[in-house]
């Protein structure tokens, strides 16, 4: 970061950033917002939830900006409705459901407004239901025709080797087909390759018409890092691995320690009144 650089955008992550474990949105989150607008930054959110797990967070933020669901999966207004979408190939999603069963994950299939499962009482279902805030379906099986409308696939283990070993993989069997990457430690998530983190910047900034290198990144897990590598100012949140916090520019506090909030004025509040050199 440089004493020149322009912040007019910032594209924050939700859960492990935004949001503290309990998911919760502290009044200090809430009044770094209120900051960024008062001094004309934008606030943009990205997240691996469906933008219906996301509804909560309009209002108290205020958005006004598009918002990136399904790590870029389907972009809404703030009102919810379809901006853009990007659905998985048909023969593809099939494929990363056979390789997640075969390496034992359960299956979540995301449609842009459904959310299949086997077993509503299969591990992370409830504490996920809590989170969206709105119920799974369960279903016997995903048929073609639901896969053919697949936005995004979920594997989901507490095994976490056995989560890394279906990602490297599905990685490996989908290649340049689909986007594999962990949302969380316990979640593979397979999207369309233009849905993840770093083509939502790339998004935004032709749609708000704002320079990547004038858009600040927040975030804490690996799918976070394609995001940092398209922006001009990269933060990693403090309880961010290792490996995520070495490819961030900056490191804030953790998220139970309101990172979030100490990253806006520290880091990003501070470039909001920078202007341009003249040439």
């Given at each position: 970061m440089t004493g020149q650089r322009r912040i007019r955008l910032l594209l924050s992550d939700v859960d492990g950033t935004?949001?503290?474990?309990?998911?919760?949105?502290?009044?200090?989150?809430?009044?770094?917002?209120?900051?960024?607008?008062?001094?004309?930054?934008?606030?943009?959110?990205?997240?691996?939830?469906?933008?219906?797990?996301?509804?909560?967070?309009i209002e108290p933020l205020g958005l006004q900006e598009p918002i990136a669901g399904f790590n870029g999966g389907v972009f809404v207004n703030p009102d919810l409705s379809v901006i853009a979408s990007h659905c998985l190939d048909g023969a593809t999603a099939r494929q990363a459901v056979t390789i997640m069963l075969a390496h034992g994950l359960d299956v979540w299939v995301y449609t842009e407004q459904e959310w299949l499962v086997r077993d509503r009482a299969a591990p992370r279902v409830a504490r996920e239901e809590a989170t969206l805030q709105f119920d799974a379906t369960r279903v016997a099986d995903f048929p073609d025709a639901v896969l053919a409308q697949a936005v995004k696939i979920v594997g989901v283990s507490d095994d976490l080797d056995r989560v890394a070993a279906c990602e490297a993989a599905t990685d490996r069997a989908l290649g340049k087909r689909a986007s594999a990457t962990r949302s969380q430690a316990y979640f593979l998530d397979v999207t369309h390759p233009e849905?993840?983190?770093?083509?939502?910047?790339?998004?935004?900034?032709?749609?708000?018409?704002?320079?990547?290198?004038?858009?600040?990144?927040?975030?804490?897990?690996?799918?976070?890092?394609?995001?940092?590598?398209?922006?001009?100012?990269?933060?990693?949140?403090?309880?961010?691995?290792?490996?995520?916090?070495?490819?961030?520019?900056?490191?804030?506090?953790?998220?139970e320690n309101e990172g979030f909030a100490k990253a806006v004025r520290r880091f990003v509040l501070p470039l909001a009144a920078v202007r341009e050199r003249a040439p």
């Open positions: 935004l949001v503290t474990g309990d998911k919760i949105l502290t009044e200090e989150a809430k009044a770094a917002c209120r900051a960024l607008r008062q001094a004309g930054i934008s606030l943009a959110i990205v997240s691996s939830r469906p933008p219906r797990g996301l509804r909560m967070l849905a993840n983190k770093g083509a939502v910047v790339v998004t935004l900034s032709k749609r708000l018409d704002i320079p990547p290198e004038e858009i600040a990144t927040i975030g804490d897990m690996p799918n976070d890092v394609l995001m940092f590598h398209k922006s001009g100012v990269s933060i990693a949140m403090g309880n961010a691995s290792d490996a995520v916090r070495a490819q961030a520019g900056l490191v804030t506090d953790s998220n």
